[in-house]
């Protein structure tokens, strides 16, 4: 296969951060609607999934994360136009769980302007129903297992385990 032929996939990489009592850190983007985590798309040139997580905290939250455990790889298929829909191109979403912060940490947290408005540390139920919804399931499964996990467009597939 030669390089015009191979298919081109977005790759993002993002962070759970809690703070001691187990809540969440959630972002309010200023480009789209509803919350996110902290995280964002791989540069091209070489960047890994961890070096993309690190990166985009830093620039969104001005926290440096410092360790994480690889909780779930997500593939969220492209998607053409419908009515009334735009159309999603899909990719492979890495997702961190770099655990509990210092409170120290957490108060200093300097926001970029242009992509973020606003910063909220939450319960995870509480953070369910203001994510939107990819990243909601991809939370809660990587939440609520534990360990890694394979993930189709944040559904769990049984048989890769």
Known sequence: ??????????????????????????LKPTYKK?????????EPG???PWDACRREVREECGVEVTSGRLACVDFRPARPAGPGRPARLGGIRFLFD??????????AITLQPEEI?????????????????????????ATRHRQFIYLENGHPIPAVG
């Open 1 to 26: 296969m030669v390089a015009a032929e191979l298919p081109a996939i977005p790759v993002s990489a993002g962070a759970l951060i809690f703070d001691t009592t187990g809540r969440l850190l959630i």
């Open 98 to 107: 770099c655990g509990p912060a210092a409170d120290v940490t957490l108060a």
């Open 34 to 42: 509803g919350w996110t985590i902290p995280g964002g798309i791989m």
């Open 46 to 48: 070489g960047e890994t």
């Open 117 to 141: 408005a606003e910063h909220r540390l939450v319960s995870l139920e509480t953070a369910f129903t203001l994510l939107r919804p990819p990243i909601r399931r991809r939370v809660r499964a």
